[in-house]
């Protein structure tokens, strides 16, 4: 058969060693992990190879995902990142644990976990810093209480995310802090919150430094199963693999060109005034892939082929140190916002990858 084109190849055995690793690293200080397959569109495969490798539940932003991963017959304990009133039903009926920040939302919950004759379960996310999600910790009390008093809610739970939107390092102290809200709940309510969710794949260096992990027990972790790195910096973890996925498109063209257009420059298709680098006349290469396929700046070419710049549908490539003719197959890496993108595109097929490369 032949192989389509472009198309995104996924190794699940990279992602399930990656997924080990982790796992086992952050199961030195009894921190277990969610699995985020947000990034990747809940794709069953790679559910089962996060599983594989050891991660307890699977967590997804969109409560689409955790059905599709369910209905593929994934089976695991399902983890809500992103909770909406107007999905309430659905958020009972598919996610075992979801998070959440409002009492309205919870309190749907709790309405529609009792009309399905079911509890369901929520861990509650504290404001650290960041100014995402988060209820502020000096309202926490109160917000405990009145979730209590809800008849099918059960607290299994607290949780915080750092270095999303406002790029909040996670650190002693915010973690710190996190742990001691875990203990004046517990106290003040005589509860027991199993589950106390210190962060994502920023929480490396916090946690490769700390001397204490405090009641942190759990983190969400996509981008370094998936990417194998961290988040803070972008350093690659060690020992993990940063080529899961590989993107692979089709040379349409190639020829010698002068490098610098020839006329009166206006504006490009996308309204930018381009400006350009004579390199003489050098071969170009076009690939059939472009920025309604993945934002280009999220490439990264393994085959010292420059990426010159991209329009909708074309990427130009300086091709002056390769052999590569009409039909070739071209190979990139991917960051974390093109790996979202590539596995969104209806036009990217996916192809797994099943032994060791
Ligand atoms: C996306 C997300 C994560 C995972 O983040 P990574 O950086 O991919 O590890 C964790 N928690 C929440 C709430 C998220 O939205």
């Given at each position: 058969m032949k192989s389509l084109l472009p198309r995104i190849e996924i190794s699940l055995p990279k992602i399930r060693h990656n997924a080990r690793v982790?796992?086992?690293?952050?199961?030195?200080?009894?921190?277990?992990?969610?699995?985020?397959?947000?990034?990747?569109?809940?794709?069953?495969?790679?559910?089962?190879?996060?599983?594989?490798?050891?991660?307890?539940?699977?967590?997804?932003?969109?409560i689409e995902n955790i059905l599709k991963m369910k209905a593929a017959g994934v089976s695991t304990s399902f983890v809500l990142l992103r909770t909406a009133f107007s999905q309430a039903e659905s958020?009972?009926?598919?996610?075992?644990?979801?998070?959440?920040?409002?009492?309205?939302?919870?309190?749907?919950?709790?309405?529609?976990?009792?009309?399905?004759?079911?509890?369901?379960?929520?861990?509650?996310?504290?404001?650290?810093?960041?100014?995402?999600?988060?209820?502020?910790?000096?309202?926490?009390?109160?917000?405990i209480a009145s979730v209590l008093s809800l008849p099918c809610i059960d607290i299994v739970g607290i949780g915080c995310n750092l270095a999303c939107y406002g790029g909040i390092e996670p650190d002693n102290n915010n973690m710190g802090q996190l742990s001691i809200l875990a203990n004046t709940i517990e106290e003040k309510f005589s509860l027991k919150l199993p589950i106390v969710s210190g962060g994502n794949s920023a929480n490396y260096r916090w946690?490769?430094?700390?001397?204490?992990?405090?009641?942190?027990?759990?983190?969400?972790?996509?981008?370094?199963?998936?990417?194998?790195?961290?988040t803070v910096n972008g350093e690659v973890i060690v020992g993990l693999h940063t080529d899961a996925f590989r993107l692979i498109a089709e040379v349409i063209e190639s020829k010698d060109k002068s490098s610098l257009p020839s006329g009166t420059i206006g504006r490009d298709a996308?309204?930018?005034?381009?400006?350009?680098?004579?390199?003489?006349?050098?071969?170009?290469?076009?690939?059939?892939?472009?920025?309604?396929?993945?934002?280009?700046?999220?490439?990264?070419?393994?085959?010292?082929?420059?990426?010159?710049?991209?329009?909708?549908?074309?990427?130009?490539?300086?091709?002056?140190?390769?052999?590569?003719?009409?039909?070739?197959?071209?190979?990139?890496?991917?960051?974390?916002?093109?790996?979202?993108?590539?596995?969104?595109?209806?036009?990217?097929?996916?192809?797994?990858?099943?032994?060791?490369?």
């Open positions: 982790l796992s086992t690293l952050y199961r030195k200080k009894g921190i277990s992990l969610m699995g985020v397959t947000k990034a990747i569109l809940g794709e069953p495969l790679i559910a089962r190879a996060m599983i594989g490798g050891g991660v307890k539940f699977i967590a997804d932003s969109r958020v009972v009926l598919g996610a075992d644990i979801s998070l959440n920040t409002e009492l309205e939302t919870i309190l749907e919950l709790s309405h529609q976990a009792k009309l399905l004759q079911k509890v369901h379960r929520i861990i509650i996310m504290a404001e650290l810093g960041d100014r995402r999600e988060g209820v502020m910790p000096c309202d926490f009390p109160a917000f946690y490769q430094r700390t001397l204490d992990s405090g009641r942190i027990n759990n983190l969400r972790l996509g981008e370094s199963i998936l990417l194998g790195r961290e996308f309204g930018n005034v381009p400006s350009f680098l004579d390199r003489g006349v050098h071969r170009r290469v076009i690939v059939a892939l472009g920025r309604q396929d993945v934002p280009v700046s999220g490439l990264k070419s393994g085959e010292c082929l420059e990426i010159l710049g991209s329009s909708s549908d074309h990427l130009v490539l300086d091709g002056e140190n390769t052999t590569l003719s009409v039909g070739k197959e071209v190979s990139f890496g991917l960051d974390y916002k093109a790996l979202l993108s590539a596995m969104t595109s209806p036009f990217i097929a996916k192809s797994y990858v099943s032994q060791y490369s």
